[in-house]
Protein backbone atom coordinates (compact mmCIF):
# COMPACT_ATOMS: atom_id res chain seq x y z
CA UNK A 1 0.00 0.00 0.00
CA UNK A 2 1.07 3.37 -0.92
CA UNK A 3 2.36 6.07 1.66
CA UNK A 4 -0.03 9.19 2.07
CA UNK A 5 2.03 12.04 -0.19
CA UNK A 6 1.51 15.29 1.89
CA UNK A 7 3.52 18.65 1.59
CA UNK A 8 4.78 20.12 4.84
CA UNK A 9 4.00 23.82 4.94
CA UNK A 10 7.16 25.74 3.75
CA UNK A 11 6.84 23.29 0.33
CA UNK A 12 3.06 24.83 0.66
CA UNK A 13 4.18 28.35 0.66
CA UNK A 14 6.93 28.02 -1.68
CA UNK A 15 4.65 26.36 -4.51
CA UNK A 16 2.31 28.81 -3.90
CA UNK A 17 4.62 31.88 -4.10
CA UNK A 18 6.13 29.52 -7.22
CA UNK A 19 3.18 29.50 -9.10
CA UNK A 20 2.19 33.33 -8.33
CA UNK A 21 5.54 34.38 -9.69
CA UNK A 22 5.39 31.83 -12.75
CA UNK A 23 1.68 33.50 -13.82
CA UNK A 24 3.20 36.81 -13.47
CA UNK A 25 6.02 35.89 -15.67
CA UNK A 26 3.74 34.21 -18.19
CA UNK A 27 1.40 37.30 -18.34
CA UNK A 28 4.70 39.53 -18.61
CA UNK A 29 6.39 37.22 -21.19
CA UNK A 30 2.71 36.85 -23.22
CA UNK A 31 2.29 40.63 -23.29
CA UNK A 32 5.64 41.30 -24.01
CA UNK A 33 5.53 39.73 -27.06
CA UNK A 34 2.59 40.60 -28.12
CA UNK A 35 3.92 44.54 -27.80
CA UNK A 36 6.40 43.63 -29.77
CA UNK A 37 3.80 41.77 -32.35
CA UNK A 38 2.32 45.41 -32.44
CA UNK A 39 5.21 47.10 -32.68
CA UNK A 40 6.64 45.73 -35.55
CA UNK A 41 3.06 45.94 -37.07
CA UNK A 42 2.71 49.65 -36.32
CA UNK A 43 6.33 49.85 -38.44
CA UNK A 44 4.86 47.76 -41.05
CA UNK A 45 1.17 50.19 -41.12
CA UNK A 46 3.73 53.56 -41.74
CA UNK A 47 5.12 51.73 -44.29
CA UNK A 48 1.98 50.49 -45.99
CA UNK A 49 1.13 54.23 -45.54
CA UNK A 50 4.29 55.12 -47.37
CA UNK A 51 3.66 52.77 -49.98
CA UNK A 52 0.56 54.16 -50.45
CA UNK A 53 1.21 57.49 -51.06
CA UNK A 54 4.08 56.77 -52.93
CA UNK A 55 1.98 55.26 -55.90
CA UNK A 56 -0.74 58.16 -55.50
CA UNK A 57 1.94 60.54 -56.10
CA UNK A 58 3.26 58.70 -58.88
CA UNK A 59 -0.19 58.67 -59.99
CA UNK A 60 -0.66 62.16 -60.12
CA UNK A 61 2.89 62.57 -61.79
CA UNK A 62 1.14 59.79 -64.38
CA UNK A 63 -1.09 62.24 -65.08
CA UNK A 64 0.60 65.20 -65.61
CA UNK A 65 2.74 63.36 -68.07
CA UNK A 66 -0.05 61.85 -69.70
CA UNK A 67 -1.91 65.60 -70.33
CA UNK A 68 1.05 67.56 -70.86
CA UNK A 69 3.51 65.06 -71.65
CA UNK A 70 5.94 66.86 -69.59
CA UNK A 71 9.88 65.25 -69.38
CA UNK A 72 9.55 66.30 -65.36
CA UNK A 73 6.51 64.39 -64.56
CA UNK A 74 7.84 61.68 -66.62
CA UNK A 75 11.25 61.31 -64.48
CA UNK A 76 9.36 62.04 -61.07
CA UNK A 77 7.11 59.31 -61.59
CA UNK A 78 9.72 56.68 -62.08
CA UNK A 79 11.49 58.66 -59.42
CA UNK A 80 8.30 57.74 -57.15
CA UNK A 81 7.96 54.05 -58.60
CA UNK A 82 11.58 53.10 -57.54
CA UNK A 83 10.80 54.50 -53.62
CA UNK A 84 7.84 51.81 -54.09
CA UNK A 85 10.12 48.63 -54.86
CA UNK A 86 12.24 50.42 -52.44
CA UNK A 87 9.18 50.48 -49.60
CA UNK A 88 8.14 47.01 -50.45
CA UNK A 89 11.01 45.15 -50.28
CA UNK A 90 11.08 46.92 -46.74
CA UNK A 91 8.40 45.86 -46.34
CA UNK A 92 8.95 41.78 -46.83
CA UNK A 93 12.20 42.12 -45.14
CA UNK A 94 10.06 43.13 -41.60
CA UNK A 95 8.68 39.58 -41.73
CA UNK A 96 8.81 36.99 -44.36
CA UNK A 97 5.70 35.35 -43.09
CA UNK A 98 3.50 38.17 -43.27
CA UNK A 99 -0.04 37.09 -44.43
CA UNK A 100 -0.08 39.71 -47.24
CA UNK A 101 3.37 38.87 -48.55
CA UNK A 102 1.48 37.54 -52.20
CA UNK A 103 -0.29 40.64 -52.49
CA UNK A 104 2.98 42.70 -52.12
CA UNK A 105 4.20 40.30 -55.24
CA UNK A 106 1.46 40.91 -56.94
CA UNK A 107 2.07 44.42 -56.48
CA UNK A 108 5.98 44.07 -57.52
CA UNK A 109 4.47 42.47 -60.96
CA UNK A 110 2.34 45.49 -61.17
CA UNK A 111 5.34 48.15 -60.60
CA UNK A 112 7.37 46.84 -62.94
CA UNK A 113 4.68 46.26 -65.94
CA UNK A 114 3.42 50.11 -65.13
CA UNK A 115 7.12 51.25 -64.95
CA UNK A 116 7.75 49.33 -68.38
CA UNK A 117 3.85 50.65 -69.87
CA UNK A 118 5.02 54.15 -68.75
CA UNK A 119 8.58 53.58 -70.76
CA UNK A 120 6.82 52.70 -73.58
CA UNK A 121 4.83 55.54 -73.53
CA UNK A 122 7.25 57.74 -73.36
CA UNK A 123 9.49 56.46 -76.49
CA UNK A 124 6.34 57.02 -78.66
CA UNK A 125 6.25 60.36 -80.49
CA UNK A 126 2.95 61.09 -81.08
CA UNK A 127 -0.32 60.24 -78.99
CA UNK A 128 -2.69 59.86 -81.86
CA UNK A 129 -1.66 55.76 -82.51
CA UNK A 130 -4.95 53.05 -81.39
CA UNK A 131 -1.34 51.44 -79.45
CA UNK A 132 -0.95 54.70 -77.43
CA UNK A 133 -4.72 54.65 -76.34
CA UNK A 134 -4.45 50.78 -75.19
CA UNK A 135 -1.20 51.32 -73.31
CA UNK A 136 -2.91 54.27 -71.97
CA UNK A 137 -5.96 52.70 -70.81
CA UNK A 138 -3.52 49.49 -69.71
CA UNK A 139 -1.10 52.01 -67.16
CA UNK A 140 -4.44 53.48 -65.89
CA UNK A 141 -6.10 50.28 -65.22
CA UNK A 142 -2.49 48.74 -63.54
CA UNK A 143 -2.13 52.26 -61.74
CA UNK A 144 -5.69 51.97 -60.08
CA UNK A 145 -5.23 48.06 -59.32
CA UNK A 146 -1.82 49.61 -57.57
CA UNK A 147 -3.83 52.15 -55.75
CA UNK A 148 -6.74 49.88 -54.80
CA UNK A 149 -3.89 47.07 -53.71
CA UNK A 150 -1.88 49.19 -51.50
CA UNK A 151 -5.19 50.51 -49.82
CA UNK A 152 -6.11 47.21 -49.11
CA UNK A 153 -2.61 46.68 -47.66
CA UNK A 154 -3.25 49.74 -45.05
CA UNK A 155 -6.77 48.38 -44.23
CA UNK A 156 -5.46 44.58 -43.45
CA UNK A 157 -2.19 46.22 -41.58
CA UNK A 158 -4.69 48.43 -39.32
CA UNK A 159 -7.43 45.57 -38.64
CA UNK A 160 -4.26 43.66 -37.98
CA UNK A 161 -3.07 45.91 -35.54
CA UNK A 162 -7.12 46.54 -34.26
CA UNK A 163 -6.74 42.36 -33.46
CA UNK A 164 -3.75 42.39 -31.26
CA UNK A 165 -4.65 45.37 -29.32
CA UNK A 166 -8.00 44.09 -28.59
CA UNK A 167 -6.46 40.59 -27.75
CA UNK A 168 -3.97 42.70 -25.24
CA UNK A 169 -7.28 44.24 -24.23
CA UNK A 170 -8.80 40.65 -23.14
CA UNK A 171 -5.41 38.92 -22.11
CA UNK A 172 -4.97 42.20 -19.50
CA UNK A 173 -8.62 41.63 -17.99
CA UNK A 174 -7.98 37.76 -17.74
CA UNK A 175 -4.30 38.41 -16.52
CA UNK A 176 -5.79 41.03 -13.87
CA UNK A 177 -8.64 38.63 -13.15
CA UNK A 178 -6.25 35.84 -12.41
CA UNK A 179 -3.99 38.33 -10.57
CA UNK A 180 -6.92 39.10 -8.29
CA UNK A 181 -8.27 35.67 -8.25
CA UNK A 182 -4.71 34.52 -6.72
CA UNK A 183 -4.04 37.95 -4.78
CA UNK A 184 -7.61 36.67 -2.56
CA UNK A 185 -7.12 33.18 -2.95
CA UNK A 186 -3.40 33.47 -1.06
CA UNK A 187 -4.33 35.56 1.63
CA UNK A 188 -7.50 33.22 2.47
CA UNK A 189 -5.16 30.35 2.01
CA UNK A 190 -2.49 31.89 4.39
CA UNK A 191 -5.66 32.93 6.86
CA UNK A 192 -7.26 29.32 6.79
CA UNK A 193 -4.47 27.52 6.32
CA UNK A 194 -1.74 29.14 8.84
CA UNK A 195 -3.23 32.31 10.57
CA UNK A 196 -6.41 30.81 11.97
CA UNK A 197 -4.66 27.16 13.36
CA UNK A 198 -2.36 29.38 14.68
CA UNK A 199 -4.52 32.16 16.32
CA UNK A 200 -6.51 28.68 18.13
CA UNK A 201 -3.46 27.60 19.18
CA UNK A 202 -2.50 31.52 20.91
CA UNK A 203 -6.15 31.74 22.21
CA UNK A 204 -5.53 28.57 24.12
CA UNK A 205 -2.59 28.76 25.42
CA UNK A 206 -3.70 32.17 26.77
CA UNK A 207 -7.04 30.21 28.42
CA UNK A 208 -3.56 27.73 29.64
CA UNK A 209 -1.87 30.81 31.15
CA UNK A 210 -5.40 31.74 32.91
CA UNK A 211 -5.60 27.85 34.26
CA UNK A 212 -8.02 26.67 31.62
CA UNK A 213 -7.01 23.81 30.52
CA UNK A 214 -9.16 22.82 26.86
CA UNK A 215 -7.75 21.01 24.06
CA UNK A 216 -8.54 22.33 21.05
CA UNK A 217 -10.01 20.82 17.74
CA UNK A 218 -7.39 19.69 15.53
CA UNK A 219 -7.42 20.97 12.05
CA UNK A 220 -6.12 18.35 8.75
CA UNK A 221 -4.10 20.68 7.20
CA UNK A 222 -1.63 17.64 7.14
CA UNK A 223 1.79 19.99 8.09
CA UNK A 224 3.59 21.19 10.30
CA UNK A 225 0.52 23.04 11.95
CA UNK A 226 -1.67 19.98 12.52
CA UNK A 227 1.75 18.38 14.31
CA UNK A 228 2.14 21.50 16.71
CA UNK A 229 -2.24 21.45 17.08
CA UNK A 230 -1.73 17.83 18.14
CA UNK A 231 1.50 17.94 20.11
CA UNK A 232 -0.67 21.25 21.77
CA UNK A 233 -3.55 18.68 22.58
CA UNK A 234 -1.45 16.24 24.38
CA UNK A 235 0.34 19.05 26.69
CA UNK A 236 -3.06 20.12 27.65
CA UNK A 237 -3.62 16.30 28.91
CA UNK A 238 -0.60 16.13 30.65
CA UNK A 239 -0.97 19.63 32.23
CA UNK A 240 -4.51 18.28 33.34
CA UNK A 241 -2.65 15.42 34.77
CA UNK A 242 -0.07 17.08 36.44
CA UNK A 243 -2.59 19.80 37.51
CA UNK A 244 -4.64 16.57 39.38
CA UNK A 245 -1.65 15.67 41.02
CA UNK A 246 -0.90 19.22 41.62
CA UNK A 247 -4.52 19.25 43.50
CA UNK A 248 -3.85 16.04 45.18
CA UNK A 249 -0.32 17.23 46.73
CA UNK A 250 -2.01 20.32 48.22
CA UNK A 251 -4.94 18.12 49.71
CA UNK A 252 -2.70 16.15 51.74
CA UNK A 253 -0.85 19.19 52.82
CA UNK A 254 -3.72 20.12 53.93
CA UNK A 255 -4.80 17.12 55.59
CA UNK A 256 -1.74 17.62 57.53
CA UNK A 257 -2.55 21.09 58.51
CA UNK A 258 -6.34 19.64 59.67
CA UNK A 259 -5.09 16.40 61.57
CA UNK A 260 -4.41 18.77 64.69
CA UNK A 261 -7.70 19.99 64.52
CA UNK A 262 -9.53 16.37 63.85
CA UNK A 263 -7.41 15.30 67.08
CA UNK A 264 -8.89 18.18 68.88
CA UNK A 265 -12.74 17.42 67.65
CA UNK A 266 -12.11 13.80 68.61
CA UNK A 267 -10.68 14.82 71.79
CA UNK A 268 -14.07 16.10 73.17
CA UNK A 269 -16.73 12.82 71.91
CA UNK A 270 -14.00 10.77 73.18
CA UNK A 271 -13.93 12.24 76.37
CA UNK A 272 -17.56 12.39 76.47
CA UNK A 273 -18.10 8.52 75.54
CA UNK A 274 -14.89 7.91 78.48
CA UNK A 275 -17.05 9.81 81.49
CA UNK A 276 -20.60 7.79 79.88
CA UNK A 277 -18.86 4.68 80.05
CA UNK A 278 -17.18 5.27 83.81
CA UNK A 279 -20.33 6.45 85.16
CA UNK A 280 -22.32 3.14 83.65
CA UNK A 281 -20.11 1.19 84.99
CA UNK A 282 -20.58 3.35 88.99
CA UNK A 283 -24.43 2.77 88.41
CA UNK A 284 -24.67 -0.67 86.96
CA UNK A 285 -24.85 -2.43 90.62
CA UNK A 286 -27.46 0.03 91.55
CA UNK A 287 -29.74 -1.54 88.27
CA UNK A 288 -31.13 1.82 87.00
CA UNK A 289 -31.80 0.66 83.71
CA UNK A 290 -33.43 4.09 82.75
CA UNK A 291 -30.47 5.67 83.76
CA UNK A 292 -27.80 3.18 81.82
CA UNK A 293 -30.22 3.78 78.03
CA UNK A 294 -29.73 7.41 79.13
CA UNK A 295 -25.70 6.85 79.63
CA UNK A 296 -25.38 4.57 76.80
CA UNK A 297 -27.65 6.81 74.58
CA UNK A 298 -24.95 9.58 74.84
CA UNK A 299 -22.09 7.11 74.01
CA UNK A 300 -23.57 6.12 70.46
CA UNK A 301 -24.35 9.99 69.61
CA UNK A 302 -20.45 10.30 70.73
CA UNK A 303 -19.54 7.85 68.89
CA UNK A 304 -21.35 8.74 65.97
CA UNK A 305 -20.12 12.26 66.20
CA UNK A 306 -16.55 11.24 66.47
CA UNK A 307 -17.53 8.67 62.88
CA UNK A 308 -18.27 11.69 61.19
CA UNK A 309 -15.62 13.43 62.12
CA UNK A 310 -13.20 10.74 60.87
CA UNK A 311 -15.27 10.37 57.43
CA UNK A 312 -15.61 13.70 56.44
CA UNK A 313 -11.38 13.48 56.95
CA UNK A 314 -11.45 10.61 54.57
CA UNK A 315 -13.82 11.75 52.06
CA UNK A 316 -11.53 14.85 51.71
CA UNK A 317 -7.70 12.75 51.25
CA UNK A 318 -9.70 9.96 49.18
CA UNK A 319 -8.38 10.75 45.20
CA UNK A 320 -11.21 10.51 43.43
CA UNK A 321 -11.82 11.12 38.95
CA UNK A 322 -13.15 14.29 38.55
CA UNK A 323 -17.19 14.04 37.75
CA UNK A 324 -20.23 16.69 38.06
CA UNK A 325 -23.12 15.14 40.11
CA UNK A 326 -26.06 16.95 41.42
CA UNK A 327 -24.63 18.34 44.92
CA UNK A 328 -26.53 19.79 47.76
CA UNK A 329 -24.18 23.16 48.14
CA UNK A 330 -25.10 23.63 51.52
CA UNK A 331 -23.62 19.88 52.67
CA UNK A 332 -20.68 20.56 50.71
CA UNK A 333 -20.16 23.83 52.54
CA UNK A 334 -21.36 22.58 55.91
CA UNK A 335 -18.52 19.63 55.43
CA UNK A 336 -15.86 22.24 54.76
CA UNK A 337 -16.47 24.28 57.91
CA UNK A 338 -16.96 21.49 60.03
CA UNK A 339 -13.20 20.27 58.98
CA UNK A 340 -11.82 23.69 59.63
CA UNK A 341 -13.85 24.78 63.03
CA UNK A 342 -10.80 23.42 64.89
CA UNK A 343 -8.59 26.11 62.92
CA UNK A 344 -10.66 29.06 63.17
CA UNK A 345 -10.26 31.28 66.16
CA UNK A 346 -12.78 31.59 68.67
CA UNK A 347 -13.24 35.01 68.48
CA UNK A 348 -13.97 35.04 64.47
CA UNK A 349 -17.42 34.11 63.79
CA UNK A 350 -18.45 31.73 61.00
CA UNK A 351 -21.29 32.42 59.32
CA UNK A 352 -23.05 30.83 56.55
CA UNK A 353 -26.39 31.59 54.50
CA UNK A 354 -26.62 28.77 51.87
CA UNK A 355 -30.37 27.37 50.80
CA UNK A 356 -30.82 24.27 51.65
CA UNK A 357 -32.67 23.09 48.61
CA UNK A 358 -29.67 24.75 46.49
CA UNK A 359 -29.03 21.85 43.96
CA UNK A 360 -25.76 22.18 41.17
CA UNK A 361 -24.07 19.98 38.81
CA UNK A 362 -20.08 19.54 40.54
CA UNK A 363 -17.37 17.43 42.05
CA UNK A 364 -18.44 17.70 46.01
CA UNK A 365 -14.64 16.52 46.83
CA UNK A 366 -13.09 19.31 44.51
CA UNK A 367 -15.38 22.21 45.76
CA UNK A 368 -14.73 20.96 49.15
CA UNK A 369 -11.13 21.73 48.46
CA UNK A 370 -12.29 25.31 47.05
CA UNK A 371 -13.73 26.10 50.19
CA UNK A 372 -11.37 24.73 52.68
CA UNK A 373 -8.65 27.08 51.24
CA UNK A 374 -11.19 29.94 50.55
CA UNK A 375 -11.76 29.83 54.68
CA UNK A 376 -8.31 29.39 56.01
CA UNK A 377 -7.10 32.31 53.80
CA UNK A 378 -10.01 34.26 55.32
CA UNK A 379 -9.17 33.09 59.17
CA UNK A 380 -5.53 33.51 58.55
CA UNK A 381 -6.01 37.10 57.21
CA UNK A 382 -8.32 38.21 60.38
CA UNK A 383 -6.05 39.72 62.99
CA UNK A 384 -7.96 39.87 66.21
CA UNK A 385 -11.97 39.34 65.89
CA UNK A 386 -13.86 39.23 63.41
CA UNK A 387 -16.05 37.34 61.08
CA UNK A 388 -16.18 34.98 57.75
CA UNK A 389 -19.53 34.74 55.97
CA UNK A 390 -19.99 32.18 53.11
CA UNK A 391 -23.32 33.66 51.03
CA UNK A 392 -24.89 31.68 48.00
CA UNK A 393 -27.91 32.51 46.14
CA UNK A 394 -28.82 32.06 42.05
CA UNK A 395 -29.25 34.16 39.55
CA UNK A 396 -31.75 32.95 37.17
CA UNK A 397 -30.90 36.16 33.83
CA UNK A 398 -27.52 33.82 33.46
CA UNK A 399 -28.64 30.46 34.74
CA UNK A 400 -25.67 31.00 37.97
CA UNK A 401 -25.24 30.31 41.22
CA UNK A 402 -23.22 32.70 42.92
CA UNK A 403 -21.47 32.12 45.93
CA UNK A 404 -19.15 34.84 47.84
CA UNK A 405 -16.70 34.09 50.28
CA UNK A 406 -15.99 37.25 52.64
CA UNK A 407 -13.88 37.97 55.40
CA UNK A 408 -13.49 41.09 57.58
CA UNK A 409 -9.62 40.93 57.61
CA UNK A 410 -6.53 43.30 56.28
CA UNK A 411 -7.66 42.98 52.80
CA UNK A 412 -5.44 42.21 49.77
CA UNK A 413 -3.63 45.54 48.18
CA UNK A 414 -5.03 46.49 44.66
CA UNK A 415 -1.95 45.87 42.66
CA UNK A 416 -1.55 42.18 43.47
CA UNK A 417 -5.09 41.14 42.92
CA UNK A 418 -4.40 40.34 39.60
CA UNK A 419 -2.01 38.09 40.81
CA UNK A 420 -3.43 35.73 43.50
CA UNK A 421 -4.60 33.13 41.23
CA UNK A 422 -0.85 32.32 39.92
CA UNK A 423 0.78 29.21 40.46
CA UNK A 424 3.19 29.89 43.26
CA UNK A 425 2.38 33.66 44.06
CA UNK A 426 1.74 34.33 47.72
CA UNK A 427 1.34 37.38 50.55
CA UNK A 428 2.15 35.09 53.45
CA UNK A 429 5.41 35.23 55.24
CA UNK A 430 8.56 32.30 54.32
CA UNK A 431 7.46 28.88 55.61
CA UNK A 432 3.61 29.65 56.00
CA UNK A 433 2.61 28.81 52.61
CA UNK A 434 3.74 27.91 48.87
CA UNK A 435 1.22 29.82 47.21
CA UNK A 436 -0.36 26.98 45.38
CA UNK A 437 -3.99 27.09 47.23
CA UNK A 438 -5.41 29.64 45.26
CA UNK A 439 -3.72 28.69 41.59
CA UNK A 440 -6.11 25.07 43.26
CA UNK A 441 -8.77 26.92 43.25
CA UNK A 442 -8.82 28.78 40.45
CA UNK A 443 -8.53 25.37 38.72
CA UNK A 444 -10.94 23.88 39.97
CA UNK A 445 -13.49 26.54 39.34
CA UNK A 446 -12.62 26.04 35.73
CA UNK A 447 -12.82 22.87 35.64
CA UNK A 448 -16.36 23.51 36.28
CA UNK A 449 -16.91 25.87 33.68
CA UNK A 450 -17.13 28.26 36.20
CA UNK A 451 -15.47 31.89 37.37
CA UNK A 452 -14.09 33.58 40.37
CA UNK A 453 -12.89 37.17 41.08
CA UNK A 454 -11.75 38.80 44.40
CA UNK A 455 -12.56 42.43 45.22
CA UNK A 456 -10.63 43.93 48.13
CA UNK A 457 -10.11 47.42 50.17
CA UNK A 458 -6.64 47.29 52.51
CA UNK A 459 -8.08 47.23 55.81
CA UNK A 460 -11.65 46.33 54.82
CA UNK A 461 -11.19 42.89 54.16
CA UNK A 462 -11.65 40.79 50.92
CA UNK A 463 -14.88 39.45 48.97
CA UNK A 464 -14.28 35.68 46.87
CA UNK A 465 -16.89 35.69 44.49
CA UNK A 466 -17.80 32.46 42.43
CA UNK A 467 -19.99 31.86 39.61
CA UNK A 468 -21.05 28.25 38.78
CA UNK A 469 -23.53 26.89 36.34
CA UNK A 470 -26.47 25.48 37.24
CA UNK A 471 -26.81 23.31 34.14
CA UNK A 472 -24.09 20.87 33.46
CA UNK A 473 -22.43 21.55 29.60
Known amino acids: MMKAFYLNLRVKIMFILGCYVLGILSMGFV ?32 KNFLLYNE ?105 ATIAVALGIAMPLLMIFKIIKPLSIVKNATEDIALGRFKSIEVINTKDEIQQVMEAFNTMVRELERRQDQLVQSKKLSSIGTLTAGVA ?31 MLKNIDQETLRARDVVKGLLEFSRVQEFALRPSHLSDVVKRSVRLVQSQIPADIEMVVRVPEDLMLPMDSQRMQEV ?103
Not at 31 to 37: A, E, F, G, I, Q
Not at 82 to 105: D, N
Not at 264 to 289: M, R, Y
Not at 388 to 399: K, L, M, P, R, V
Open 371 to 473: FLNLIINAAQSIKGSGRISITAWTDEQTNEVLIDVHDTGQGIPEEIQGQLFDPFYTTKEEGQGTGLGLSVVYGIIQKHRGNITVESTPGKGASFLIRLPLLEY
Open 31 to 62: SYDDLRTTEEKIEILELAYNLHNIILEARRYE
Open 264 to 294: HQLNNPLNNISTSCQIAIDELAAGDTEFLRR
Open 71 to 175: EEAFLENKRYLAQALVTEKAILSRSGKLKFAPMLKELDGQIMAYTSDIEQLHRQKTSDTAEYTQIVDRLRDLGKQMTELTEKFVDFERNQIHTILTLLKRQLVLW
